[in-house]
């Protein structure tokens, strides 16, 4: 089940691509149907990973509360990083700090450790299990449980819903 | 009101020009090959953005789907130069 | 009207790609070069693309596919070449006040 469920969803995505770069000829259609399904059944063991995100109603209302939160987080990073670069005395304070995240699925922790990249002033550097290594270009702690509740909270409560 | 457009845009097009220039100074001042590739890293961002320019410009929309293999083509080329600095390759 | 706001954002973008490339000059080692340089461009250049595609209504969806991929991949090229770096062991700029990740590779070898 969770094997045919994740086929479908890589196939729809490969579909949906291909219709909106190539148009909606017939012929189109017909040839990105098939190749979809050719890539999706050749790479079906990457696709599995697509199976962990959850469809029940609940975690689909929050992929677009989860979207605005992290399209906000980019904007500050991005003014954050504005700020750091265009001051002369350059305010930084580096170093990598160690998080623990909860979240048990593959696909949630990459979505996580992309996110945490493009959020104001931290980078993933290395992740190990349930570990994240993070580059923080202003540390505020140094210990595991306050950089989490600081760093990963705000997403993962999300991403908990989406991916268990 | 369309001649001003026109100029913003042009301006915009220098602006991205320059940043990909000042990537250009640090790729060739390095000093380690980690400084060079994440130069090279962000001056393909740039590059896409130039390349979307150039349609712009030009109202040619192939140059659209330019960028967008350009973009596939060099996010694999950076995954594979990190991947051989790691020595994993 | 709509071209002009078009222009606008595309502007703003340009200047956060700006931004960026200044950052890679000005900060002092590979991770914060990449921290500044990763932000501002993904930024900058979804603006960028945007403002475009606003300018050209046309072009609007393959822009938006375009602006998706340069999301998703950012960060985990931006990953990839820190993963990298701090591997082949590049040094931390003299500021950095800690490595949790240094210090756990010394005292447990590497498990990935």
Known sequence: MQRIKSFVLGMLVLFALWVAIAGTDRDELVAGFLIALLISWIFRRNFELLGELRLNPQALLRIPVYLALFLREL???????????????????????????????KLGRIILANSITLTPGTMTVETRGEYLYIHWIDTQCEDVEAATRSIVHCFEQHLEVIFG | MAEL????????????????????????????????????????????????????????????????????????????????????? | MIAFIGSLICLAGSVFLLLGALGLLRMPDVYNRMQAGTKATTLGSLLTLLGIGIAQPA??????????????????????????AHFKGVKLTEKTVRDNLKDDQEKGGDGD
């Open chain 1, 75 to 105: 904007v500050k990073s991005s003014l954050d990083v504005a700020r750091r670069v265009l001051s002369p005395s350059l305010p930084i304070n580096p170093g990598i700090v160690k998080v623990r995240t909860k979240l048990q699925s």
């Open chain 2, 5 to 89: 457009t026109h100029v913003i845009f042009t301006a915009a097009l220098y602006v991205s020009l320059l940043a990909l220039v000042l990537g250009f100074v640090r790729f060739l001042r390095g000093p380690s090959s980690a400084d060079r590739v994440v130069a090279l890293d962000i001056m393909t961002t740039c590059g896409i953005a130039l390349i979307v320019f150039i349609a712009f410009f030009g109202g040619r929309a192939i140059y659209v789907d330019v960028a967008l293999v350009y973009a596939l083509l060099s996010f694999l080329g950076v995954i594979a130069v990190g991947r051989y600095l790691e020595g994993g390759l």
């Open chain 3, 59 to 84: 072009w609007l969806l393959k822009l938006l596919i375009l602006v998706i991929f340069i999301l998703l991949t950012n960060p985990i090229s931006s990953n990839v070449l820190v993963r990298a």
